[in-house]
Nanobody
Framework: QVQLVESGGGLVQPGGSLRLSCVAS????????MGWFRQAPGKEREFVAA????????RYVDSVKDRFTISRDNAKNMVYLQMKSLKPEDTAVYYC??????????????????WGQGTQVTVSS
């Protein structure tokens, strides 16, 4: 299975921006649908965004549409989540995940077999 490491989290004021990165190793990224999930304290892990192996198809949870953009660079084995207009309710640990079934772009946590360790995003003034 591919190994994933996230970076780019931090503390940002409401209305600010952050870009999260996820680097993959031990596998070819183009063989995976990639997703971003997040988990806030006391809450279940939730889907944020996903992108098909080619980048042609993306999917977002309604709460982040028009604010977050998922992208990928298969040549660099990288996946990104650009976040803008951040809100306090975006505060969570953000996880990168890989699904080897490339014909689907799924929001289901259980469809993703590989996960990173997470990166903390805190939106606060």
């Amino acid at each position: 299975q591919v190994q994933l490491v996230e970076s780019g989290g931090g503390l940002v004021q409401p209305g600010g921006s952050l870009r999260l990165s996820c680097v993959a190793s031990g596998g070819t990224l183009s063989r995976y649908t990639m997703g971003w999930f997040r988990q806030a304290p006391g809450k279940e892990r939730e889907f944020v965004a996903a992108i098909s192996w080619s980048g042609a198809t993306t999917r977002y949870v309604d709460s982040v549409k028009d604010r977050f953009t998922i992208s990928r660079d298969n040549a660099k084995n990288m996946v990104y989540l650009q976040m803008k207009s951040l809100k306090p309710e975006d505060t969570a640990v953000y996880y990168c995940a890989a699904d080897s079934t490339i014909w689907r772009v799924t929001s289901n946590t259980y469809d993703y077999a590989s996960w990173g360790q997470g990166t903390q995003v805190t939106v606060s003034s």
